[in-house]
């Protein structure tokens, strides 16, 4: 099965709503990357994260070691927060590779 | 500070051509990466660098996918004798050597092999 899980695999939000998205981690998870990827396929960091929280403006993330998982949380969806999100996950030790979930597509509409 | 740059930044081959991707990562980083993201789905890790050395290339196909870094900084990603399955996004990332380092990616080449 899916080291990473995310879901939900594709979500449509109206601009100015809030939504979650979640990422379920079936291997041993030191740290977490959030990224957008765009249309033109680029992907942008979002967030870092240790076991915790961070906020940047309309986003906030959450990295629950001890229950395995990791949220993304994007208040007053914009127009511009179009794309897809992936999580990826880091098993630290001698292991360097991030393990990548399959994305959740976002489409913001007016 | 300038990111991860990666050229070409699209590539269309009939099978059977060769390709080859440069990468050149974000300055002072020791640890270079090359995933491979095919459509619809995540990246996935192929090989990665600290300096010039090959640390983990278990999941490069070895018979047509090479990858060299030759002074530590700039790589290339070749493959010989392309196929079809071999349409994706080549993403480039890099980090500072750390099993805890964030990692930053360039923008990828979309290669398709028709």
């Known amino acids: 099965g899916d080291q990473v899980k995310q879901s939900p695999s594709a979500l449509s939000l109206q601009e100015g709503t809030n939504s979650a998205l979640r990422c379920n981690f079936s291997?041993?998870?030191?740290?977490v990357q959030w990224f957008l990827q765009n249309p033109r396929g680029s992907l942008m960091n979002l967030f870092y994260?240790?076991?915790g929280t961070k906020e940047n403006g309309r986003l906030k993330s959450t990295f629950n070691s001890k229950e395995s998982y990791s949220t993304l949380h994007i208040r007053d969806a914009q127009l511009e927060d179009s794309g897809t999100y992936f999580c990826?996950?880091?098993?630290?030790?001698?292991?360097?590779?991030?393990?990548f979930g399959k994305g959740t597509l976002l489409t913001v509409t007016p | 500070e300038a990111g991860v740059t990666q050229s070409p930044r699209y590539a269309v081959l009939q099978e059977g051509q060769a390709v080859s991707f440069w990468c050149d990562p974000i300055?002072?980083?020791?640890?270079l990466y090359w995933y491979q993201q095919p459509r619809d789905q995540g990246p996935q890790l192929l090989v990665y660098?600290?300096?010039?050395?090959?640390?983990?290339n278990s999941q490069l196909p070895s018979d047509r996918f090479s990858a060299v870094r030759p002074k530590g900084t700039n790589s290339t990603l070749k493959i010989q004798s392309a196929k079809q399955g071999d349409t994706a996004t080549y993403l480039c990332?890099?980090?500072?050597?750390?099993?805890?380092?964030?990692?930053?990616f360039g923008p990828g080449t979309r290669l398709t092999v028709l």
């Open positions: 990826a996950a880091h098993s630290g030790g001698s292991n360097y590779k991030l393990t």
């Open positions: 291997i041993a998870t030191t740290t």
């Open positions: 994260l240790v076991p």
């Open positions: 300055s002072g980083h020791d640890t």
């Open positions: 990332a890099s980090s500072f050597w750390d099993n805890y380092a964030e990692q930053f």
């Open positions: 660098f600290r300096d010039e050395a090959v640390i983990d």
